[in-house]
């Protein structure tokens, strides 16, 4: 992957580690991807204590939207690029035609799936109003000229968008007006994105 870092060539044991630390990394990114599957499952504890060193994203970011004060904190699949409608987690078995029939009922916004949310310091749904204003934001501001601080005069709100992964961003946003390069918010994005794109290994 272009965003892994290493001297080749390894000999067999650095070679080890470096892919258990990939593994770690990958199984800690894919813990918050399906993080709403693996919390309602009872064993979830295993899971947890099946490996000392995986990044708990989930604790961070709960973590951080508590420290900063964060209004919401998102992260959110953009499915429109995707061949077939996201289905929700967990195998979904339909014929290509049952695919395009659902497909041909989502509307723009229901082709972006919330796969985490925290606000207002507690895990919750998302409502479909400031859903739909973030989907807005992402696709007519930030996908069109990368800026990633968006200030909503009419609502006095700040938002921070991040695309990290091919089709995943995370939404940060505060009721208040904050600056552009908040240091302590800038860290944690530009943190984040390092760890879950893998690009420190």
């Not at 990958?26 to 813990?31: E, M």
């Not at 696709?139 to 089709?167: A, M, Q, W």
Request: charged residues 30%; aromatic residues 14%; proline residues 2%.
């Amino acid at each position: 992957s272009s965003g892994i870092n290493a001297e080749w060539p390894l000999r067999p044991g650095e070679l080890y580690k470096w892919f258990f630390k990939l593994y770690e990394l990958l199984l800690s990114k894919y813990t918050l991807y399906f993080s709403k599957t693996l919390f309602q499952d009872s064993s979830r504890k295993v899971m947890r204590s099946s490996t000392t060193n995986i990044v708990d994203h989930r604790t961070k970011l709960n973590d951080f939207s508590k420290k900063s004060k964060a209004a919401t904190i998102s992260l959110i699949l953009n499915a429109a690029n995707l061949e077939r409608p996201f289905m929700g987690h967990g195998c979904k078995l339909f014929s290509e035609q049952a695919h395009r029939e659902i497909a041909s009922k989502h509307s723009f916004i229901d082709k972006f799936e919330v796969i985490f949310h925290y606000g207002n310091g507690k895990d919750e749904t998302l409502d479909e109003e400031t859903k739909t204003e973030i989907v807005h934001l992402y696709s007519d501001v930030y996908h069109k000229n990368g800026k990633p601080y968006i200030y909503d005069t009419k609502r006095n709100r700040s938002y921070y968008l991040l695309l990290f992964d091919e089709n995943v961003f995370l939404s940060v946003s505060y009721n208040t007006k904050k600056s552009e390069r908040d240091s302590e918010i800038i860290k944690f994005l530009e943190d984040f994105k390092n760890s879950m794109s893998l690009s420190k290994v």
